[in-house]
């Protein structure tokens, strides 16, 4: 800073300051069964995170370079009924993935593709809209979203019966009507080494037209997407045995001290070994 006039002590006046950088750009790649208007809603949505670069690709157009460089594959009615695409389910080896099914999904592939959600239809539809679960924590969602989300209106959703396969965490469930029924619309887990998600239903499009029609704006749709973006591209710490100071930055006469976590084979915290 600029000294003033008769100012006594220009010590204060500068300030050494650290800034950690982190190279976080990430490709996310779309794949869709066929052009939908759910693909460009969310593309913008990811979008408005310079962050984030996304592609949109038919099924017959996506190569697998660009499935290999992407760190996020978003399926959209894949697998269908008119292509089973196992080559690139093939391809998604440890890739996160979110699953968006709607009419044209092909139910049965789409069970036996991931390790989370088992779901029986006679490929009839339904509308269901969102019921917010109170009680999920992978990330938050502001008061006012939640709200938003709630009041919108519904999305297609295969009719028939629901199972989870293992372990999950549910965002929101499904309303029939005024009754909310134990059919996700939105979960998330874990297969593998990889994060996943599954929307259960198609018309998402709807949401971000009626969130500016209501409030002008699409905050509401965009936070829900790009958070779930961002949880699923989040890397998880498998160390066991982790250090870390316990500030940036220390004073040339204060002690540095370090934070040390050991963890188990199950990932319950320790601290009975002694470490030097």
Known sequence: LTALSKELSLINNTQTIFIDVIDGRKNVLIIANAPHPDLSAIRQSIEINKN?????????????AEIEEAGLLILHQIPSLSNNARDIL??????????????????????A???????NSNGMMQEATAAIKTDFYAFTLSEASRSKIGNFGPLLTPFGNYGLKGPSNMLMNQRIGKLPVEKPLLLFGEDGQRRIAILTGEGIWRWRLEDFQENSSHEAVDELITKTVQYLLSAEDKRKFRVYASKNSFDENEHVILNAELYNDAFELLNTPDVN
């Open 52 to 64: 984030y670069s996304v592609k949109v690709r038919m099924v017959q157009e996506a190569s697998p």
């Open 113 to 119: 593709s991931q390790n989370l959600l088992n779901l």
């Open 90 to 111: 093939k391809l998604l080896s440890a890739k996160p993935v979110l699953f968006v099914l709607g009419a044209q999904s092909n139910i049965p592939a789409f069970s």
